[in-house]
């Protein structure tokens, strides 16, 4: 039965940014940071049965969902970092742990890296510090393609159906709610900044996030979708290599959207990790 999360909002560096919330409050604190195009709410079928173990709160980012908009070049990984401590000042959380997806992966390993204290447990989800060529062409072909705005809902959906065509119906229509808006005009148009892909942005380099995993100490579970085209198995086992205490999951019948492609098995493999290393 879909559970509806607490919606919640706190400011970071000037910015109204929004966060929703599954689970008890006094369960063991989990934030969850969504990949570059996506929103907290994308979560949802993870936190759903995540939430009789722990506390689930998942964070729209700066420049999506029900955030504010950031200004120009405030999209850098450090932003990103800076909001999620200033989340858990405003929630008061001490330790908690980390689930990051594709971009949310790098930024859970940054935040983990400088805030070591405060990270318990971490779960990168298809995030690694080189990606795969082939999907970051595939990437750049789909935002290529994308339409502005849509006419109607109709239209968005069939977009979307086509550009995720693994995506259970739950999540195309998660999809639907939380990515798109209306416009003056009438049409439907993204929920997403614009300046979040201005390729003037400071891009890390791959060091930045090797040294990052080396220097973790903190229970560490890699997930890689088994048909991701963006993380290759190589890496995911490079990265194990270079963890103190990791460990390695590939899910079957996901790509890199394994939430949504694979979302049972995702919880399977997740949810007894964050219980046990939350414990």
């Not at 008061?92 to 971009?103: E, I, K, N, Q, Y």
């Not at 849509?150 to 709610?177: C, D, I, M, V, Y």
């Not at 400071?202 to 090797?210: F, K, L």
């Amino acid at each position: 039965m879909m559970m509806i999360p607490k919606s919640g909002t706190f400011e970071s560096g000037g910015l109204a940014l929004h966060y929703l919330e599954w689970g008890a409050p006094d369960a063991p604190p989990v934030v969850l940071l969504h990949g570059l195009r996506a929103y907290g709410q994308w979560f949802e079928e993870f936190c759903e049965p995540a939430a009789a173990h722990l506390r689930l709160i998942a964070l729209d980012q700066r420049g999506r969902g029900r955030s504010a908009w950031a200004g120009p070049g405030e999209y850098t990984t450090d932003h990103y970092v800076a909001d999620v401590h200033a989340l858990a000042g405003a929630l008061g959380l001490a330790r908690f742990g980390l689930v990051g997806h594709s971009m949310g992966g790098w930024n859970a390993v940054a935040y983990a890296a400088k805030y070591p204290g405060q990270v318990r447990s971490l779960v990168i989800v298809d995030s690694a510090p080189e990606l795969d060529p082939a999907g970051l062409a595939r990437i750049k072909a789909e935002l290529a393609r994308t339409p502005q705005a849509f006419a109607n809902l109709a239209e968005a959906r069939a977009f979307l159906a086509g550009l995720h065509h693994r995506a259970t119906p739950r999540s195309l229509e998660t999809r639907l709610q939380w990515m798109l808006a209306p416009r003056e005009d009438g049409t439907l148009g993204w929920r997403i900044d614009p300046r979040i892909f201005d390729p003037n942005i400071p891009r890390d380099p791959p060091e930045r996030m090797w040294g990052e995993l080396a220097a973790l100490a903190c229970p560490t579970l890699i997930v890689r979708g088994a048909i991701t085209d963006i993380v290759t198995r190589a890496s995911c086992e490079q990265m194990l290599a270079a963890l103190k205490q990791g460990e390695l999951v590939e899910i079957p019948r996901a790509g890199h959207m394994i939430v949504e492609d694979n979302p049972q098995d995702f919880n399977a493999a997740v949810i007894p990790f964050l219980a046990r290393t939350m414990a």
